[in-house]
């Protein structure tokens, strides 16, 4: 078995539900639109969460500036690479390169999506994604999408301009899901939600996310799930022990 884990930037659950490409691939599927993700729900604190399986108060990642750990704590990227599985990373907002640490990752694929266009970037990392799971033997890939929380923040979030940067993201996840072998489970979720313009609140809008598995993992329970625990839910599918110090717990039983 080998893990993909696609995240949608600002992808709020109600808006899923508006969504022709994403209604497709909900019916084949086991999900729920009523994950939660961490406050603050901002995208470095949120990604750090999911990627280190512990609250912001404990990795002290507070805002959308990366600070190293007082107390280190394995992330995804370093649990996987220690017990010898490969890793590739794709991504289109720089400030994500800290949750790899140096050495984990095997492949890594970055286009500035500020200067670029989140839209094309989008498109270009997941078209490189494609191309990289074919060609390589990859245990684990995150691949991340930016461009719905850049129309968010620019047009407000269930706006027309951020419904369409929605689609945009859902066609990309359509078109990977259907160039993979059946040995791969794929995880779609979101970091944060999103309202008017912004995020970062307690806010059900803010913290509400969804968390939708596709393929034959086993029992999936995803009752009272939480953004802390897609770390562990990789490393149990893929047969590695947990870093000591998560907090989640796997949600493939």
Same mark, same amino acid.
């Given at each position: &078995?080998?893990?993909l884990?696609?995240l949608v930037?600002?992808?709020?659950p109600?808006?899923?539900?508006?969504? +022709?490409?994403?209604?497709a691939?909900l019916?084949?599927?086991?999900?729920?639109?009523?994950?939660?993700t961490v406050m %603050?729900?901002v995208?470095?604190?949120?990604?750090m969460?999911l /990627?280190? $399986?512990v609250? %912001?108060?404990?990795h002290?990642?507070?805002?959308n500036t990366?600070?190293p750990?007082?107390? %280190?704590?394995?992330?995804?990227f370093?649990v996987? $690479?220690?017990?010898g599985?490969t890793? #590739?990373?794709?991504?289109?907002?720089?400030?994500?390169?800290?949750?790899?640490?140096? =050495?984990?990752?095997?492949?890594?694929h970055f286009?500035k999506?500020k200067?670029? =266009? *989140?839209?094309?970037?989008? +498109?270009?990392?997941?078209? @490189?994604?494609?191309s990289?799971?074919?060609e390589?033997?990859v245990?684990f890939?995150?691949? *991340?999408?930016a461009?719905?929380?850049?129309?968010g923040?620019r047009?407000?979030?269930?706006?027309n301009?951020? &419904?369409? #940067?929605l689609?945009?993201?859902?066609?990309?996840i @359509?078109?990977?899901?259907?160039?993979? $072998? +059946?040995? *791969?489970m794929v995880?779609?979720t979101?970091?944060?939600?999103?309202?008017?313009?912004?995020?970062?609140?307690d806010? %059900?809008? +803010? &913290?509400?996310?969804?968390?939708?598995?596709?393929g034959?993992a086993g029992?999936?329970?995803?009752?009272s799930?939480?953004?802390k625990?897609?770390?562990?839910?990789?490393?149990?599918?893929?047969?590695?022990?947990?870093?000591?110090?998560?907090? =989640?717990? $796997? /949600?493939?039983?």
């Amino acid at each position: &078995m080998k893990v993909l884990l696609i995240l949608v930037d600002g992808m709020r659950p109600d808006a899923l539900v508006k969504n +022709d490409c994403a209604l497709a691939l909900l019916e084949k599927s086991v999900y729920t639109l009523n994950a939660e993700t961490v406050m %603050p729900s901002v995208t470095l604190p949120c990604h750090m969460s999911l /990627f280190h $399986s512990v609250d %912001p108060s404990r990795h002290g990642i507070l805002s959308n500036t990366y600070t190293p750990m007082v107390r %280190p704590i394995n992330g995804l990227f370093e649990v996987l $690479s220690n017990a010898g599985k490969t890793c #590739a990373f794709f991504y289109n907002w720089e400030q994500l390169r800290d949750l790899s640490r140096p =050495g984990s990752v095997t492949f890594s694929h970055f286009l500035k999506g500020k200067t670029l =266009g *989140y839209d094309k970037t989008n +498109d270009r990392i997941t078209d @490189a994604a494609i191309s990289c799971l074919k060609e390589n033997d990859v245990d684990f890939a995150f691949l *991340y999408l930016a461009f719905t929380d850049e129309a968010g923040h620019r047009y407000g979030w269930m706006s027309n301009e951020y &419904m369409q #940067a929605l689609d945009n993201s859902w066609k990309n996840i @359509a078109k990977i899901v259907d160039s993979l $072998s +059946d040995e *791969y489970m794929v995880i779609i979720t979101a970091d944060h939600g999103g309202h008017d313009r912004s995020h970062g609140s307690d806010l %059900p809008e +803010d &913290m509400t996310i969804p968390l939708i598995v596709l393929g034959n993992a086993g029992k999936v329970d995803l009752a009272s799930v939480n953004i802390k625990d897609v770390a562990p839910t990789v490393v149990s599918v893929l047969d590695v022990p947990p870093d000591e110090d998560w907090e =989640g717990k $796997s /949600f493939v039983l």
